[in-house]
């Protein structure tokens, strides 16, 4: 088996054409035809059903497509390590975040790092946790920023480096808060809900905490990302539940803490609050460009911490 053969096989795979195929590769149609024939031979299964020239993968194919993707990822990143050798001088850092710590936190630590290795490409991913994990799974990532705890059979190696207490966000005028300093999640029983999208840790944990304080939440819309959810709330469909630092720089929204279920003044309720985490393969030692940002984020946040340069709310937990 070549790498060749599995560079054709995915883009096949891809496109869903031969021909199509081979023009992406800038390779004759007939010589890619030839490779995958050649692949399948060797693995003893046909990898793609061609009848009636309708192009899908099958059973065998189907099979083979994520190792495919997991084998070149890695070939790729072999070859960048090495580059990497020289000084950091060049190389890529592939890196996944939560939208919201896109907007928050990650931006500055980005610049840090961007000062120390100016040579080192950044390539962010912005997505929900779940994608990040699917993606760093696949090796489509060097490193991601994933919310704790990830599922069990997950081969992915975690530092927690921050706590974000999560809070009811609201519009300002809302005559049926004015004054509340808290909230319980009971209080939130009758009220409609904008929600995220699936994928999104945030959906998982709301539903989640509703759920164990006896109740369905009661949405109002679904499926947006931060941006929109946060847009819907202004606009007055409803309240979400969103991390304290998101709603810098949208004045016409207020966060309001969650209590306790008996009203006391517990910071976090039933759970929420989310713990971050940096997460890479274990399978796989991050590149040297990978190893020296994660050195950069822990640097910044323990300083962050020291000279109390954190958001409210946010709590560092990378130690001394």
Same mark, same amino acid.
């Given at each position: 088996?070549?790498?060749?053969? /599995? ?7 891809? %496109? ?6 081979? +023009? ?16 399948? !031979? &060797? ?21 083979? =497509? #994520? /190792? ?8 790729? %990143? ?19 975040? %939560? #939208?919201?710590?896109?907007?928050? *936190? ?18 962010? &991913? ?5 994608? $990040? ?8 990532? +060097? ?5 704790? #705890?990830?599922?069990?059979?997950? #081969? $992915?190696?975690? %530092?927690?480096?921050?706590? +974000?207490? *999560? ?20 209080? *939130? ?14 959906? &998982? ?24 959810? =946060? ?5 007055? /469909? ?6 304290? !630092? ?13 209590? +306790?279920? !008996? ?58």
């Amino acid at each position: 088996m070549q790498l060749q053969q /599995l560079s054709y096989f995915l883009a096949v795979a891809r %496109t869903q054409h031969f021909t199509r195929a081979a +023009d992406a590769l800038g390779v004759a149609q007939p010589s890619l035809s030839k490779q995958i024939r050649v692949l399948e !031979t &060797e693995l003893g299964a046909p990898l793609f059903s061609r009848a009636r020239g309708n192009i899908t993968l099958t059973p065998a194919g189907e099979a083979l =497509l #994520p /190792l495919a993707n997991r084998i070149l990822a890695d070939v790729d %990143t072999a070859r960048l390590e090495v580059q990497e050798l020289v000084g950091l001088r060049h190389g890529r850092v592939r890196l996944g975040a %939560t #939208p919201s710590l896109c907007s928050g *936190l990650l931006g500055d630590a980005l610049r840090h790092y961007h000062d120390a290795y100016p040579g080192i490409r950044l390539l962010v &991913e912005e997505g929900g946790s779940r994608d $990040l994990i699917r993606q760093l799974t696949r090796g489509e990532l +060097d490193l991601a920023l994933v919310i704790l #705890p990830l599922p069990e059979d997950t #081969p $992915l190696a975690t %530092t927690p480096i921050l706590r +974000d207490d *999560l809070v009811v966000a609201t519009r300002r005028d809302d005559a049926t808060l004015h004054g509340r300093t808290s909230l319980r999640v009971t209080d *939130l029983r009758d009220r409609p809900l904008v929600m995220f999208r699936q994928g999104y840790d945030l959906r &998982e944990t709301t539903i989640a905490a509703f759920r164990a304080a006896g109740f369905e939440p009661r949405f109002a819309v679904e499926g947006g990302e931060m941006d929109a959810v =946060l847009r819907f709330v202004e606009v007055g /469909l409803g309240v979400a539940v969103v991390p304290s !630092t998101v709603l810098a720089g949208r004045p016409m929204l207020q966060g309001i803490p969650l209590s +306790d279920a !008996t009203g006391g003044t517990a910071r976090i309720a039933h759970g929420l609050h989310r713990t971050v985490a940096l997460a890479h393969r274990k399978d796989v030692a991050p590149t040297h460009a990978a190893g020296a940002f994660r050195a950069t984020l822990e640097g910044f946040l323990r300083a962050a911490a020291v000279d109390g340069g954190l958001p409210v709310g946010v709590e560092s937990l990378i130690g001394g």
